[in-house]
C-alpha cells in the first residue's frame, strides 16, 4: 500500500467533509498512470489557502500569494492549491493577478501540458478535460491550448517540456515544437535560478540524450549561454553525468559564463576540476597533484578526462593516493611549530614558505618522513633564507 497516496486521501476526505472540492493533480497522478514512483503529490482544491489554513493542524504557507500552501500530515507533505485562473502575464513567467476560482476547468486550463492536467478524486477515478490520457498512451507533450500564447505567457514552461522528455522520453507535439523554436529566445526572460533548477533536471533524466537533442533541434541550447557545445557534445555520449559534471564539460569546452548561479563551494569545484583537467589530460597525475586535490577531486576530473576523449588513470591515481607518505600537513614528522622551537624565524609567510619546502620534498618521495632529516634540511632552509631576506620578523 502507498501510504504517501492513503494520508493525501485523508487530506481530500476532509477538504471535501468540510464543503469543498478536491483532487490529486499534477506529476503524481501523471506518473501514477504511467507506473512511475513520484517524489511529490499536489492537490488541487476550491479552498483558499486562508481556508486550508483553518482546517489542518500543520500547514506551511509555502506559495501562499499564488495560492498555495503545504499541508503536513504524519510526515508527509501535500501542496495544496487553490482553483485558479491567472490573469494576464506581463513579464514570461508571472501572471499579474491570479483569481480563484470555484471550478476546477478553470484550474486546469491554466495548467501547462495535457499530462499534468489529469484528476484523481479519492477514489482514484480519472477525470480527463483535454485527451490528456490519449496523450499519455501516445506518450506526447502538448500544451494545453495555444501553444503560442501559453510559452509567451510563461517562457519557463519551455524548458519544462524538455525536462518532460528528458524524464519520460516521451516526444514534442509538432506545434507545440513549432512554437518552441519560435519563442526558445524568451527563456533569457526567466531568472537563471529557475533555470538551473530545470537543466538539472534534465541534465539527470533518463531520456537526456533525446531532450537534448529537442534543445538543440529549436535552437534552445543557444539562448543558454556558454553551454551549446557542451549540450551538443554530451547529448551524443552515453556516459551518465551529474549536472555540475555536465555543467563543467560545457564550461572546458567553451568557457564559465558568469551568468550561472553555483554555491561557492561548487564554483570552487568547476574551477578546480577545470584546472585539473588542464594539467592531467595530456600529461599524468602525479602524487602532488594528488596529495593538493585530494582524490575524490582527481577521480572527478578523471571522468571529465574520459568523457572528453582522454586516458583513463583511475588506477594510477588510486596507486597514488594509497601510496602517499602524509595525507595532511599535520602529518609531517617536523612541523611549523618545531621551526618556532628551535630557530628565530616567526614571520608566519616565510615558516609557510619552509613547511610547502618540505611537504613537496616528502609527498614526492624526495625526503623521508623522518624527524631528524626534516628538522637537518628545515635548518638548513630557514639558514639559506635568512641570509637571503635579511630580517626574520619583519
Ligand atoms: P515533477 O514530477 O517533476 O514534480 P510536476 O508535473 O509535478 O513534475 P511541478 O513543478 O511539481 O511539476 O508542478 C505541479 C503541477 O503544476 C504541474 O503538473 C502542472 O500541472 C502545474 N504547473 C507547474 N508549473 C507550471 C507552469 N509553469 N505553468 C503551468 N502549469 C504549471
Ligand atoms: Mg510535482
Redesign the pocket.
Known sequence: MDKYLEIGKEVIVKLKEAGYDAFF????V??KLLGIK???I?ITSSATPIEVIALFNNVKETGKKYGSVTVLKDKYKYEVTTFRSDGDYLDNRHPDNVLYSKKIEDDLS???FTI??IVMDEEENITDHFDSISDLESKIIRTIDDPSKRFKE?S??IL?AI?FVS?LGFEIEDSTLEAIREHAHLIKNISIERVMVELD?IFRGEHRNKALKYMINTKLDLELYSLSSGIRFISDIEAKLYPIEAFIICFILDDIDDIWRFSNKNIRLIKQIMDLHEVTKEDIFNRFIVYVNGLEACLLANKINIVLGYKDQEELIRELYLDLPIKDVCDLKFKGQDIIWLTELRKKSWIGIIVDDLKYNVIMGYLPNDYEILKEYALKKVKELILEMGDTNG
Open positions: 493533480v499534477g506529476g503524481y501523471r506518473d513520484s517524489a511529490d499536489d491554466r495548467r501547462d499534468n492536467a510563461d519557463l514552461r519544462r525536462r524524464k533536471k
